[in-house]
Every structure is written in structure tokens, then in C-alpha cells.
RNA sequence: GCGGACGUGGCGAAAUCGGUAGACGCACGAGACUUAAAAUCUUGCGGGGAAACCUGUGCGGGUUCGAGUCCCGCCGUCCGCACCA
């Protein structure tokens, strides 16, 4: 309820929006199904943190000190079973595509590059020296420095690993100690606080290389169940962490990696552990190995050693990456389309029973899912055997809908998810815009929605986005009253006292404190409302003054002044469009080439601006397309001062040729005024509708050309000379010019650089 | 802590391959028009200097005929990840 008041929606707008069209969800329930067939979604009990007020599940970041954050409640932890997409099958695939997607920003790769976060490395079994509790005679753990094996002081285990529990089932010190690592695991503040605690359990295991060497196992509340084994062996000389807890445990410190340079004989670990580039010494048969060949000696002996009838060692590739849970105990999302029958297990709904739609009837008027305490909803039969059975109430998460719109949209009236043919021939998208916010979650599930739907035939291409672009937002000033209260920049005006910017509240003239720009917020209420901006200014206005200000992958400052002056130009070009209409009603006249000077400096600056226009749009440059676009209606506005058409055709023509390039190139930005002016130019039809216009490319090339003269690396003068000039020529016209004769007081020139088309230095 | 990006006028920013730093806009100053204001137009605008000229792209070095751009070392800002073995 309070998201959907956050959202401005009634709960009937809400029944009415989730129920309204059940076609896209008939299909993503078809290609669930097909999933499910394909083994790509599973069913596995997960803890969740549960709100026993809500009766819902929370975030992470919902729980903070172990309370939830909406209700304030004590969370409990519960298993749920719940519905996974195997993601993780493509974790190797998702990581090494990344290298092709050479249209997307670095930026983005990398942060899904670390997200998957793949290291490779070794796991190793220590055999366990006496009994343990749960009768395992050896323990697993995974590393990445095989290399630090002889470096080994101590094992650590996590608090919840099975080892530990049946350690802690007959400890009653340890049992304490574990719950304590259980409360603090939910709150992140705590987290970033917490100690390097670990508790001694009495255990021992043996050093697979050192006879008769054993090493303690500790439960440690650092060490997390659900990446590698959720057990390590701690080498405290070559890693941060083992380091502190060594300190604290008093626990051996040996270094068994040495700095190049550095004297065996005499290296000692000091106040920090050493983890860079060395040479493995203090290790019996590594004894002079780099890291990397330690890694691998390591390796292949405990892959050929043999315990308890196992290899000791194993390599591994391990990911960070974690399986993608998209059950949500939610109302609000496509009904995950499985059936469970007491008899057949879970059995997907059949094809011609799809789509599953919401009930229009469910009740918000007590805590939990909806579709779990809707009277009838869920009751249902058995496909397979008939029997009384029991709809799936869980709801698919909401990134599974954005995770193939736009597949798709390639046939969207088609009667299966896709078509092939549509799908095919359109994708992948040439050009993805969005914003940097969808960096991981939405971009990697979508990469992996498509090698699954490639899986299952509903596509054929592995990567849907062959071009990612992310664009800023729009910021604002925010605005404080002296008591603390944010207020809008509608209720604010700005006024300039004594050279300083300051604001006055608009109903009583307050003074207001001008906070930082930051991203639009209603609870900063640093908001401008574009309904207001499109009715104050207009929507050409408003969209100009965005795309002039900063490059789009920039953040834009929405300001006051910013939009003024936009609007001015829109009424310029208005304006200047009136003055010239005499001469540049109708078709265009081929422009005359014997003509004067100003309509041939005209003719250049239109060319020139079109040119670059259609090379800044191409590459998004928009910010650079407007500054253009200035240029070239300035020099317009100088035309139209310096000379008089009503007595030159050649000018006539050459205003209604620039006219025309004019609206053309602001078309695209700002189409209102474009079509506007296209009309009242006597066109016909739509702009919008009409060629992009063909740049004279000759037009521009100037017969004389002006470059900078630099003597010694700084500018000194300039040289205008034939463009078709030869570099003898160029050189010997500077060496006449007097600031470089001058400069060389009779002397030779040491060098004369002469860079064709740019630029010319004289090294004197 | 780890990883990455970026530092250019009062402000937003340009500078495509190492080749005239500050295009274009905003703000501001001066002037014209006006009884006045708004709008518009003209003009100035990195710093120093009367000028010639000097100086200037976070700081310190380096490579080069030439560095905002390349290399090394600092400083600062922002972003991502974060007990990942």
C-alpha cells in the first residue's frame, strides 16, 4: 500500500494496471515454461529475511542492526522455496562476450566484469587429525594462493558451514558465538564495523606437504558459506585479513613469498602483510618459483595426491556471481505458471491454459501475498493426474519483463513470444540508451535472457544490445528554509545581492539557503514539473536547452537562466526567418555561383554547419550540433545586417539556401519550430517527411588557407597562402615573413616544420 | 581497502590523429534605442600589462620542433565493488 501511495495510485488503479492486458504475460509464462523444460529455471530453498509484521520478504538494504526498516520490526530468517534462473551456466560466456562489445562503455563492462567476479583456483582437502563431530575425516577449502600453502597457520571455517554446526550442537560457547555472527550477518553497519573474530574449536587438520605439522580450525564470522567451500586456510604473512586475525589469535606469521631484493635470510613481516610480485622461498620443493609457477607445482601435486581415496587437490573457476532469484510474494507481477500437485510434483501449467492471470478480486486488508490468502485463486487441478492441486503464488520479479521487451517488440501481435524471422532480422538493437543505474542488474539479466531464449529457440543471438550508451540525468539546485524544510524552485525566486546569487521564498520573502545540485528527488523536492516547463516554454524549448548545456552522458543543471536563453533562440530564428521571408518562400533556387562576397561566405557557413551537424549527431555530440547551429545563425544574422537581397538574387538565393539548411538541421532537435518555419516558408507537406539535405562538400574547400606560424613551439604570426601550395613553397614564404626574420637575426633556421594543412614551426 | 573515471575562465563546456587553448552558450560590464523598464541591437569579457609582450588546461617532473592531449610521481573530486579466500 504505502508503494503504491508513493506512486500516486489508488489500489483499483492498481488492479486495473496489473490485469489490464494478459497477452505479454501469456508469453513470458510460455517461455518460463520453456525454460523450465530446459533446465534453465530450478526451485531452491533460500533464507530470506522475513518481516513477521508485513509477512513479506525484505531487501538487504531494507534491514538494518537486524530490524527492518519499513516496519521496525526484529527480522527472522526463513527458508523459502523459491524460483532461480540458472544464470550462473553462462557466468564464463557473459564474462568473455564482454571483450566483443566494443560499442559499449568500458565502464560498464568492467563493473559487470566484477560483478561476475570469475577466480580461478584450487580446492584442497586437509584430512582431519583425531575425529570430527559429523564423522568428516576431511575438510575443503578453495583458494586462489595455492603458492602460500607452507605459509598456512590456520584454517577458519564459517559460522554456518556444516563442520561448524556440529562443532557447535556439542559447544555451548561455540553455539553463543555463532549466533552472535548470525545477528550481526543481516546488518551491513555492523559489517563494516565488525572485528576479525574467530573462536578456536579445538580441531585439527594436518599440512597436506609437512609431516607431522597440524593447524588449528577456527569458526570465524568472516568467512561467508556461500562462496567457494566456506572454509580457507589462513596464510597471515601474504593476505590483509589473516594477517589482523593472526594478530589478534597470536598465531604464527610466515613469510613464504620474497619481495625481489629483499634478503631471504633476514625478511620479516612487519606491520603489514606482503602481498605483491616475489619469489616463493620457506616452501621445501616451491623454493624459488614465481607466484604463477608455484600456483601450478601446487596444484598438480595435490591433484595427484590421493586422500581417502579422492585427489587432494582440485582446480576451480569460481564466480561471484549468484544465481538469479526471481520469486516475489507479490500481487504485483506475472504469476509464475507451475502447478504443485501432491501426487506429480511441480508441473507447468499446459500451454493452452496459459496466460495465468491475477485475480481482479484480491484483498490488501492484511499482511502477506495476496494470491496466497485469495479464497480460490490458487486451489486448481492437476494437469497430469487430475487430483486437487495447488497454484504457484510467487510472482516473477519485474526485471524478468524488461529482460526481453524488446524481442519482442520485433512482432508484437505475433501469437508466440516471438517470431523468428522478426526476431532475426531486427535484433540485436543497433543503439541502447539508459542510464548508468542499469549498469548490472538489468543489462546482465537481459544478456542472459537472450543466450536462454537462444536456448530454447526463441532467438537466435546471444548479445541483444550491440551499442550501450548511458546518459546523465537532469539536476537541480535544491533550496533549504532556514528551518530545515526542503522547498521547491517554483516557491523560490533568485535574486543577485551586492555580486552574490541568493533566494527569497516567493510567499513571504524568506531567505532560503541554496543547497546542493543534485539528482531531481521528491524528497528534496529539487523537481521541475515538465508539464510546467512544456506550458511555460514549450517542449522545443525545454528539449533544446537540455541538449545544448552538456554532453549527454553528463549530468544536465536544470537552470532558470539556462532555459531563458534558449527560448531566445527559438524567438531569434522566428525572428530572423520574418525578416528574410521576401526572399525564401517556395522551392529552393539553385544558388548562382557568381556571387558576392557575403553570399558566398553564406553558402560556406551553411555547408560547413551542415557538415558538422550530421557528423555530431552521428556520434551523439549534441551539445556540439547546437553550438554549430549558433554559429550558423549568427552568420545568417551578420548576412542579413551587412547586405541587402532586395537588390542581389545571387543573395536572395543564397539566404533561402541557408534558410533552408537552417530549419533542416534543427529539426531533429527541435521539431515544433522546424515545421513551423517550413510552413510559413510556403513548403509543402512535412519537414518531418522531407530529405535531410545534401551537403556541397566542394563548396567548403577555401583556395587559400591561413595557418599559424609557431617560432619555437609558440605562435608568433600567421601565413595565408594558396591552399594547393607545396611545402617548399609554405617554407620559404615564413622564412620572408618579418617576425621570423626577426626572430632569426640573419641566422639559418636550426628546423622549419611545416605540417601540411595545419601549421608551421620555426626551430631558430 | 580494491578497481575505475575525471580535474580547462565566474558557470555549462569546445579543442576529431600530439599542431592557433577557451568555439558555442550562460552570467556579468559598457553603450544604443526608451520618459522608464522589458525585449532587441552593438561591444567587451582567463590572469598581468598603457602597449609591445608575458603568462595560463590541479601540482611536480619527463618525452617532443611542439603537450589540455603521451609517460612517471603526487594532490583532489566523483563513481562502482567491498570480509570473495
Not at 593476505?239 to 631471504?264: C, H, N, T, W
Not at 505475433?414 to 549498469?439: C, F, K, M, N
Request: net charge negative; hydrophobic share 40%; with cysteine.
Amino acid at each position: 500500500k504505502a508503494q503504491l501511495k508513493s506512486m500516486g495510485l489508488s489500489l483499483d488503479w492498481a488492479r486495473e494496471i496489473a490485469t489490464c492486458d494478459p497477452s505479454y504475460y501469456r508469453h513470458q509464462q510460455k517461455m518460463f515454461v520453456d525454460f523450465f523444460k530446459a533446465g534453465l529455471v530450478y526451485r531452491r530453498k533460500s533464507k530470506v529475511n522475513w518481516d513477521p509484521v508485513d509477512m513479506t520478504v525484505l531487501a538487504n538494504e531494507q534491514v538494518v542492526d537486524g530490524r527492518g526498516w519499513r516496519s521496525g520490526a526484529l527480522v527472522e530468517q526463513r527458508e523459502l522455496e523459491q524460483w532461480n534462473f540458472r544464470i550462473t551456466d553462462y557466468s564464463e560466456d557473459l564474462l568473455t562476450a564482454l571483450d566483443r562489445l566494443d560499442r559499449w562503455p568500458e565502464k560498464v563492462r568492467l563493473m559487470q566484469r566484477n560483478w561476475i567476479g570469475k577466480s580461478e583456483g584450487l580446492r584442497v582437502r586437509f584430512e582431519i587429525a583425531g575425529e570430527a563431530p559429523n564423522g568428516d575425516r576431511a575438510l575443503e577449502i578453495f583458494t586462489t594462493r595455492p603458492d602460500t600453502l607452507f605459509g598456512a597457520s590456520f584454517m577458519a571455517i564459517a559460522p554456518d558451514h556444516p563442520l561448524a554446526k556440529a562443532l557447535g550442537a556439542r559447544d555451548a560457547d561455540l553455539a553463543a558465538f555463532q549466533e552472535r555472527c548470525r545477528q550481526m550477518g543481516t546488518s551491513v553497519a555492523v559489517l563494516e564495523m565488525a572485528e576479525k573474530e574467530g573462536y578456536d574449536t579445538g580441531l585439527r587438520v594436518h599440512h597436506p606437504f609437512v609431516a607431522g605439522l597440524t593447524l588449528p580450525v577456527y569458526v570465524a564470522n568472516f568467512i561467508l558459506m556461500d562462496y567457494g567451500t566456506g572454509a580457507i586456510f589462513g596464510c597471515p604473512a601474504h593476505d590483509q585479513r589473516d594477517f589482523e586475525f593472526a594478530r589478534k589469535y597470536a598465531l604464527p606469521i610466515i613469510p613464504v613469498v620474497l619481495p625481489s631484493g629483499a634478503d631471504a635470510a633476514s625478511f620479516a613481516i612487519g606491520d603489514a602483510p606482503y602481498d605483491g610480485e616475489g619469489t616463493i622461498f620457506q616452501s621445501d620443493f616451491l623454493n624459488g618459483l614465481t607466484i604463477e609457477a608455484a600456483k601450478n607445482a601446487v596444484a598438480s601435486r595435490l591433484e595427484g595426491m590421493s586422500l581417502q581415496g579422492t585427489p587432494q587437490g582440485t582446480r576451480q573457476v569460481n564466480f561471484r556471481l549468484r544465481d538469479w532469484l526471481i520469486s516475489r510474494q507479490r500481487y504485483w507481477g506475472c504469476p509464475i505458471p507451475m502447478i504443485h500437485c501432491e501426487a506429480c510434483g511441480v508441473v507447468p501449467v499446459p500451454a493452452a491454459d496459459l496466460p495465468v492471470v491475477l485475480p481482479r478480486d484480491a484483498t490488501f486488508d492484511r499482511p502477506g501475498n495476496p494470491l496466497d490468502h485469495h479464497p480460490t485463486w490458487k486451489h486448481t487441478a492437476c494437469p497430469q493426474c487430475g487430483g486437487a492441486a495447488r497454484r504457484e503464488t510467487d510472482t516473477m520479479d519485474t526485471f524478468v519483463d524488461s529482460s526481453w521487451y524488446f524481442a519482442r517488440f520485433t512482432d508484437p501481435w505475433a501469437d508466440t513470444p516471438t517470431t523468428r524471422q522478426a526476431v532475426d532480422s531486427w535484433l540485436p538493437v543497433d543503439q541502447y540508451i539508459g542510464g548508468i543505474e542499469h549498469a548490472i542488474l538489468h543489462l546482465l539479466y537481459s544478456r542472459f535472457f537472450t543466450r536462454a531464449m537462444k536456448a530454447t529457440g526463441h532467438a537466435g543471438l546471444d548479445e541483444p544490445f550491440a551499442g550501450l550508451f548511458t546518459q546523465g540525468m537532469v539536476v537541480h539546485e535544491t533550496y533549504k528554509t532556514p528551518q530545515g524544510e526542503w522547498i521547491s524552485p517554483a516557491e523560490v525566486e533568485i535574486l543577485e545581492i551586492d555580486g552574490r546569487r541568493q533566494a527569497r521564498r516567493l510567499s513571504d520573502g524568506a531567505a532560503v539557503e541554496i543547497g546542493s545540485i543534485e539528482k531531481m528527488s521528491k524528497s528534496k523536492k529539487n523537481v521541475v514539473d515538465p508539464d510546467e516547463i512544456i506550458g511555460g516554454w514549450g517542449a522545443d524549448t525545454a528539449r533544446w536547452f537540455m541538449l545544448s548545456d552538456s554532453p549527454p552522458d553528463r549530468d544536465v543543471i536544470w537552470t532558470e537562466a539556462g532555459v531563458e536563453g534558449a527560448h531566445r533562440f527559438v524567438q531569434r530564428v522566428w525572428r530572423l526567418l520574418g525578416e528574410a521571408l521576401p526572399w525564401i518562400s517556395g522551392p529552393v533556387r539553385p544558388p548562382s555561383n557568381a556571387t558576392c562576397e557575403i553570399a558566398l561566405g553564406l553558402r560556406k557557413a551553411a555547408h560547413k554547419a551542415l557538415i558538422a551537424v550530421e557528423d555530431d549527431l552521428e556520434k551523439l555530440g549534441f551539445n556540439r550540433a547546437v553550438a554549430r547551429i549558433y554559429e550558423l545563425t549568427n552568420a545568417l544574422q551578420r548576412a542579413l545586417a551587412e547586405g541587402d537581397p532586395a537588390t542581389d538574387p545571387a543573395l536572395a538565393a543564397a539566404f533561402h539556401e541557408a534558410f533552408d539548411i537552417l530549419i533542416r538541421i534543427i529539426a531533429p532537435m527541435m521539431p515544433h519550430l522546424a515545421e513551423e518555419c517550413w510552413s510559413a516558408m510556403g513548403r509543402q507537406g512535412m519537414l518531418a517527411t522531407a530529405d535531410w539535405p545534401v551537403a556541397d562538400h566542394m563548396l567548403i574547400v577555401d583556395e587559400t588557407i591561413t595557418l599559424p606560424v609557431q617560432i619555437n613551439g609558440k605562435k608568433r604570426g600567421e601565413l595565408t597562402i594558396a591552399r594547393e601550395a607545396s611545402e617548399a613553397d609554405v617554407r620559404s614564404a615564413v622564412l620572408g615573413l618579418d617576425i621570423v626574420v626577426s626572430a632569426l637575426e640573419g641566422r639559418e633556421p636550426r628546423k622549419v616544420i611545416v605540417v601540411a594543412q595545419r601549421i608551421v614551426n620555426v626551430v631558430a
